[in-house]
């Protein structure tokens, strides 16, 4: 992307899949486009894919698809809102028993120029009492957890942080040390931390 005198029309994408094991990996291809401007998920696509051992295949490389634009808004008007610099790319891995083996999350730059939404986070605290089950309802960058009062950061012990989230990607992290605290968020757009309250189960 480029903003400057002027702004590039629409961006290339290219997603490769490394396998670094020795054993062919068989998974689902799944690639999502979500619109900052509409705040909704425009283009899905899926398909399944081979990875040999210790090889790379590609999964797309091609023209990001622009947001849709309403018949009534004209030609000119077409022109204008067809461009990717408010898209958020999500790909990601599946494996044959429904877990995620990759994710990444693609986002326009520089950031300084997104309007980052309320992604809308909830928290479910899981029966174990130290897995927690994440979901938004728009995309977030970076999203970082901590417990409010934690002074050294080493009583806690978080298996992922500083996390991408997508609608519909649900991420499930676990953590050491929580003993029935309260859990904060931030995120890029909303520094401070703010605790969010567990959903009631």
């Given amino acids: 992307y480029e903003f400057g005198a002027f702004r590039n029309v629409s961006a290339t ?17 799944e690639l999502s486009y979500y619109d900052l401007r509409t705040e909704q998920i425009y283009y899905t696509a899926a398909h399944r894919i081979t990875i040999p051992p210790n090889q790379s295949v590609e999964i797309y490389q091609g023209i990001v698809q622009p947001p849709p634009v309403s018949d009534r808004q004209g030609a000119m008007r077409r ?9 958020v790319v999500h790909a990601r891995l599946v494996g044959p028993d429904g877990k995620n083996l990759a994710r990444f999350t693609n986002w326009p730059e ?14 479910r605290l899981q029966s174990d009492g130290s897995s927690i089950r994440i979901e938004v309802k728009k995309p977030a960058k970076s999203v970082f957890f901590s417990v409010p009062g934690e002074k050294t950061g080493a009583e806690i012990k978080w298996s992922d942080n500083a996390v991408d989230l997508f609608p519909g990607d649900v991420q499930t992290i676990t953590v050491e040390g929580l003993k029935g605290r309260k859990v904060a968020v931030s995120r890029m757009g909303a520094e401070r931390p ?8």
């Fill in 194 to 201: 703010a605790v969010v309250p567990f959903d009631q189960v």
């Fill in 13 to 29: 994408l290219e997603v490769w899949a490394s396998n670094f094991t020795l054993s062919t990996v068989n998974a689902t291809a």
């Fill in 110 to 123: 520089p950031y300084k120029f997104i309007d980052f939404p309320d992604p809308e986070i909830r928290l």
């Fill in 79 to 87: 022109v204008e809102l067809e461009r990717t610099h408010t898209v």
